[in-house]
């Protein structure tokens, strides 16, 4: 049934949540799940100076990422208006984020989708609980997993063509996620096309909820 709106989410309701959306995560393909203070959510300007030096091909392309995005100043006041969220980690092979072919072949797709997909369901069942607020970032440009190849509708002054599943990324909000992946105890390691697959353990993908 779905619950009536209240102003104050009592602490023991709100905790059985936050343990039901993270164990919502998990299910849903994540390896890991953290309920994390919001307090613990890094915002720094050189992550945002990562999108334009050198440019990311997606800069300017669409709605969620810079600069068209929300800025760094507001998000830091968004963020500070929240006590919890869920931070969740995906593990994938290595050989689908490391490589001279990694853009040709696209194997990252998949798992930055699937980071798409955790964000946008755990933000609707929070909402249908009554998170009426809840608000989720995946990792990694929508555009490149839902519209790589026709302009973005929301840079047109229309509706998101995507819109129960697109969000802005961690990173293009600023986030630092390597570090806040390190600070709760996970292992993060720098991939790409300069690599080979045996020198990297994993690849990963984050996102995070920001429930209440």
Not at 89 to 97: E, G, L, Q
Not at 101 to 121: M, V, Y
Not at 132 to 150: E, M, R, S, T, V
Request: with cysteine; net charge positive.
């Amino acid at each position: 049934m779905v619950r009536k709106f209240v102003t104050k989410v009592p602490h023991k309701i709100l905790q059985k949540d936050l343990e039901k959306y993270k164990q919502m995560t998990l299910a849903l393909g994540a390896t890991d799940a953290k309920i994390f203070p919001s307090s613990q959510v890094i915002i720094d300007e050189r992550v945002r100076l990562k999108c334009i030096y050198p440019k990311c091909r997606w800069y300017g392309t669409n709605a969620n990422c810079p600069p068209y995005n929300v800025g760094l100043d507001t998000i830091r006041k968004i963020v500070k208006k929240y006590n919890y969220a869920i931070f969740y980690m995906i593990k994938a092979p290595s050989k689908d984020f490391v490589g001279p072919e990694l853009i040709k072949r696209g194997a990252h797709f998949k798992w930055t989708k699937k980071g798409f997909e955790i964000t946008s369901k755990i933000e609707s069942a929070a909402f249908y609980d009554g998170y009426h607020l809840a608000i989720g970032f995946a990792g990694g440009p929508c555009k490149q997993i839902f519209c790589p190849n026709i302009e973005c509708s929301a840079l047109k002054g229309k509706e998101c063509t995507h819109y129960l599943k697109s969000r802005s990324s961690m990173e293009g909000a600023g986030m630092d996620v390597f570090t806040m992946a390190t600070n709760v105890g996970w292992e993060i390691y720098p991939c790409g096309r300069s690599l080979n697959p045996e020198d990297v353990p994993h690849g990963v993908r984050c996102g995070l909820i920001l429930i209440y």
